[in-house]
């Protein structure tokens, strides 16, 4: 079986291509106006960033319609989402859809509206925040952890690979 051909592409096309092939989990970062308006979309640019202190980072475009909204309220959610909340990603992704994202009774009233029955959702307060290229990385300390009871060991998020949704099994340890 013979290598595939390696092609030299411009940058952007390139890197854009790349990072298609980067599996990530999709959460739904969440946000609260200064009138009580809930803001949300879809993200793959969210993760862990320190234990001591608990802390998570985000990364949102500055003309996605949450952007302000985090940036006056300090405040943030970050709603880990399963297989089970597969027909929420349309509504988060779509900013035609905005109205449409929360669905009344599946959510939880917090600094940024927690989903019930996420996987797990982390509420958090910016600590810092600082724009690099298109994008403001928004690094906030977290106040509150929400996890199901019982917590759902073989729950698996949804992931995005190469545009779309992908799905991963969990093997046990021998």
Do not use: Y
């Amino acid at each position: 079986m013979s290598a595939p051909e390696t092609l030299i592409r411009p940058l952007p096309e390139a890197f854009r291509a790349s990072l298609r092939l980067v599996v990530a989990s999709v959460s739904l970062v969440t946000a609260r106006d200064a009138a009580g308006g809930w803001h949300g979309m879809a993200v793959t640019s969210a993760g862990s960033l320190s234990m001591e202190p608990p802390s998570m980072l985000v990364a949102v475009n500055r003309s996605a319609s949450i952007h302000p909204v985090i940036a006056a309220s300090g405040a943030f959610t970050l709603n880990l989402i399963g297989e089970t909340h597969a027909g929420l990603l349309d509504r988060f992704s779509r900013s035609e859809l905005r109205d449409q994202r929360f669905t009344p009774g599946d959510w939880i009233d917090a600094a940024g509206p927690i989903l019930k029955g996420a996987l797990c959702a982390h509420v958090c307060q910016v600590a810092e925040a600082h724009d690099f290229g298109t994008h403001t990385v928004f690094f906030g300390k977290v106040t509150q952890v929400v996890l199901p009871d019982p917590i759902a060991q073989t729950a698996a998020p949804i992931l995005w690979l190469n545009g779309k949704r992908a799905s991963v099994t969990a093997h046990s340890n021998p």
